[in-house]
């Protein structure tokens, strides 16, 4: 059996802990599923991120599609991280944390008019435009409101991430940005529109990326554009790099923040710009685990194991959409045998399965098990199919813990509906 190495979970005593938390106490007190978040990690990744890049002048915008649980967003804000929102209800979620408007970014390949004029009345920092014609709407937005506009536009600089197709997004055939080809042109025209200030160039070419080759290649390529912009007098400030740092989940070799730095740094230094990151996942997958127990263990006519677990894929939908791996393991360690098996949920789909064909210590009905790298993508991905209540999310802290969500209960289930037949 493949136990999941970290620092913030850890084993005392054969028993799975956050931190100094005993997650076997948890899980009882609590019920499963369970997230369970370590504010050590949180803030550890953070610094580790911050402090490789403070030769040059940086800010880094938390994207809170990754996990955007209120004292999750406001832990990162008060280390002085902005925050990336991609719309309304992140942008509310957002202010519900405490962040003030003037240091989140509006992000979204899609935003709509009330989103725009949202960001544009409350004062976001920057809205990143993904389309020329995107950048008309806002421009008309911003006449109405006599105000002027602070925008960045988002280039596709055409590299490949390496990554896994649904979480690509810098290819020329993805639907992200405008094509680097079109870019300079784009610049110039909207940098004549009266209530426009064009402030910056972003990318964001994907997620879970474990090489720095294809940030090099694609920062040297917009930073060339960054400079030809400038040198034709538009004044701008800020490069975004987006998001992208990949992370363990099973047996990659990710870079470090510090490797990133030092081959970026470089190309940096030559640029008149604050540079701006947009990390989601980094900061946050390997501070979480979702705790769940064992239903029932079953062995069908082909000898093909099942642990049926009380996750699914409403609560982690990764190994489903992107046949993601997450370790499993008992938060007991428990001495016997190892078999393989397919963890799977109790949702009616053939696609809802947690781990495929995986070694694990052989587990029976009642045993706890943890779903390891659970913090980025799992609650903010989680849905209500199948009438599946949302877990409760506790952040632990050295021996203490909060209670930051509470279950949802079967009120949540018909919130606002009714029957009106
Ligand atoms: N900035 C932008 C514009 C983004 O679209 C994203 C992620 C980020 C930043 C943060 O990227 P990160 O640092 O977390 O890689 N649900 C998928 C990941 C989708 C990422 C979407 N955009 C997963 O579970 O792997």
């Known amino acids: ?23 076997t106490k948890l899980a009882e007190d609590f019920g499963t599923p369970l997230f369970v978040y370590s504010k050590k990690f949180l803030v550890d990744r953070y610094k580790e991120l911050d402090e490789a890049f403070s030769s040059i002048n940086h800010k880094i915008y938390f994207a809170s599609k990754a996990n955007f649980n209120l004292s999750v967003i406001k832990t990162f804000y008060e280390l002085g991280s902005g925050v990336d929102v991609n719309s309304a209800g992140e942008f509310y979620r957002a202010i519900k944390a405490g962040v003030n408007p003037k240091d989140m970014l509006l992000t979204g390949v899609g935003k709509t008019d009330e989103e725009i004029r949202l960001g544009l009345e409350k004062g976001v920092f920057v809205i990143k435009a993904e389309s020329i014609e995107e950048v008309y709407v806002i421009n008309d937005i911003a006449q109405e409101l006599n105000i002027t506009a602070h925008v960045a536009i988002r ?22 940005g405008i094509d680097s080809i079109y870019a ?38 917009m930073a060339e554009l960054y400079k030809k912009i400038q040198y034709a007098g538009i004044p701008l400030k800020h490069f975004d790099i987006g998001g992208g740092i ?51 263990t079953k062995t069908n006519s082909l000898g093909k ?39 799977v949920g109790p949702v009616c789909e053939t696609g809802d399965y947690i781990a495929k064909e995986r070694e694990i210590t052989m587990v029976g009905r009642g045993d706890k098990l943890a779903i390891m ?18 877990p409760a999310e506790i952040l632990v802290d050295g021996s203490e813990f909060k209670v930051i969500r509470s279950r949802e209960t079967f009120g949540h289930l018909i919130f606002d509906e009714d029957t009106h037949i």
Request: include cysteine.
């Open 184 to 221: 300079y042109d784009m610049f110039l025209e909207c940098s004549k529109l009266s209530n426009i200030e064009l402030v910056g160039i972003d990318m964001h070419i994907g997620s879970q990326i474990t090489t720095v080759q294809p940030f090099v290649e694609a920062v040297i390529k």
């Open 246 to 296: 990949g992370v363990l989940y099973n047996d990659e070799t990710p870079f470090t923040p510090k490797e990133l730095a030092d081959k970026l740094i470089p190309i940096f230094m030559q640029l008149d710009a604050e540079i701006m990151f947009e990390p989601g996942r980094f900061l946050t997958a390997n501070g979480g685990v979702l705790l769940t127990d064992v239903l029932y």
């Open 373 to 390: 790298s659970a913090g980025a993508y799992g609650m903010a991905m989680s849905s209500n199919y199948n009438g599946r209540r949302r």
């Open 305 to 343: 194991n099942f642990v049926v677990v009380n996750s699914a894929m409403t609560e982690l939908l990764r190994p489903s959409l992107y046949q993601s791996y997450h370790h499993v393991q008992p938060i007991e360690k428990i001495d016997n045998i190892d078999f393989q098996a397919d963890i």
């Open 155 to 176: 280039v596709n600089p055409d590299v490949d991430a390496k990554t896994h197709p649904y979480v690509s997004t810098g290819l020329a055939e993805n639907k992200f």
């Open 1 to 23: 059996m493949n136990y999941f190495k970290s620092d913030y979970f850890t084993y005392i005593n054969n028993q799975l802990h956050c931190e100094n938390v005993n997650l």
